[in-house]
């Protein structure tokens, strides 16, 4: 890691503290100047992440002159963190209708990167896995401002710098996990004057999982701030407003099917969690279910269980918003601009035409059907997606990252479908002058 001037030193402060300094006096504080240089919300999002980050430094600064606290101690040490995680992507929230939208999404899915505290035996690789869910948004801002405007392009350097440079501190300093300190050894009442009081004002909002744990189970102490709505029953397909021929969304429904490529074709669960009992959040079911044309954006949010969502009359210019939706089924008729589909579980939507793209974000069990043309169909952590192409959407481009169990289904010359699934495994080779990739089939 490059070394930064440090201001912040003071007397007696731990080798790993001041270290941490010098992380937040350099790269911390240019993504904080590229910020402000672009402004809006990206800006009011970087003074949340540097807030973030001052209170991983008060964690470090008790762990560099404390043993080691019982899980309890420890989850209220981690609730400010958690607090402040959560702001950030309640801010994300709030302002879906930003410009800077792309921006405050790499900050939202990758600022619970802070949980590598809580990670062993490799935090580091935790911290990547976050910047890596950054990258995914961050190239669209380069997409949209490369050729005009440079600012945009040297705040997304800045931004993957902080997680770069963090996994290289904690590479140095913390490699198998957060250092407690080996030679002070507190009780639960000097623990807690460690801690200071404002830490105590917040009611954790998770439980600390014991040592050791699956990184997995760790990794749901942040992700679960925003993630919230876990899953319940089996879907319910669409009722019979159209022509099972013509729909395999539809044709689903009709029983028991002679072809693996029906839509209802159970998924082959990609871990065991995929087979536990589920449930739909809380959360979920207090907010009342959307369905509105706002402005040029039709938002179709909390909807859960209701099978005969239809958006019609629609224009070139509008774009679909399918938000914390379970179990449901939309249907949008005429030529749209594009579709996203956002922490939605055991869903289905079928669509006419998109000129533009068709995202799918941190989903579970989508079906998607394309009746006429759509040129780009977007996934990204998502587990259970099948798309049926029509005979003129053939040519669609299919992106995908950090996703599984995804497959693209084409119809062949009698109009049977054939279903196709997009690699998922991976090989990279030197040829001597490049990394080559290709994809690679499991087998046995």
Known sequence: MQTYANPMHHGGVSPFVEAFDAFLSGPVEQYCSQSQEIGGDAQKHAEMVKAALNLQRQLLVTASRCQKPSDNELAVLLQPISSKVQEVQEFRENNRGSKQF?????????????????????????????????????????????????????WVKS??????????????????????????????????????????????????????????????????????????????????????????????????????????????????????????????????????????????????DTQELVISNTELKQVVYMFKCHGSTLQIKGKINSITLDNCTKVGLVFDDVVGIVDVINCKDTKIQVMGKVPTISINKTDGCHIYLSKDSTQCE???????????????????????????????????????TTATEMTG
């Open 398 to 436: 299919i992106i995908s990252a950090k996703s599984s169990e995804m497959n693209i289904l084409v119809p062949d010359a009698h109009g049977e479908f054939v279903e196709i699934p997009v690699p998922e495994q991976f090989k990279t080779v030197w040829n001597g002058k490049k990394l080559v």
């Open 102 to 154: 792309n921006h405050l999404s790499a900050i939202s899915e990758s600022l619970p990167a802070l949980g590598w505290v809580t990670m062993s035996p490799k935090p580091g690789l935790f911290v990547k896995e976050m910047k890596d869910a950054a990258i995914f948004y961050t190239n669209r801002v380069l997409k949209d401002f490369k050729d005009t405007d440079k600012k945009q392009v040297e």
């Open 159 to 304: 931004y993957l710098n902080i997680w770069s440079e963090l996994q290289a501190y904690i590479k140095e300093y913390h490699p198998t996990g957060l250092t407690w300190s080996k030679t002070v050894r507190t009780n639960s009442i000097s623990f807690r004057s460690v801690a200071s009081s404002p830490w105590q004002r917040f009611t954790p909002r998770f439980t600390l999982p014991k040592y050791p744990v699956d990184p997995t189970a760790r990794t749901a102490l942040f992700a679960e701030i925003n993630q919230g709505a876990n899953i319940t029953k089996v879907l319910r397909h669409v009722s019979d407003d159209q022509k099972p021929n013509k729909n395999p969304v539809l044709k689903a429904q009709a029983g028991p099917m002679h072809s693996a490529a029906a839509f209802g074709t159970t998924l082959k669960p990609v871990s065991s969690r995929a087979t536990a009992p589920q449930k739909i959040s809380k959360e979920m079911t207090k907010l009342p279910p959307v369905l509105e044309l706002d402005g040029k954006k039709w938002r179709v949010e909390n909807q859960v």
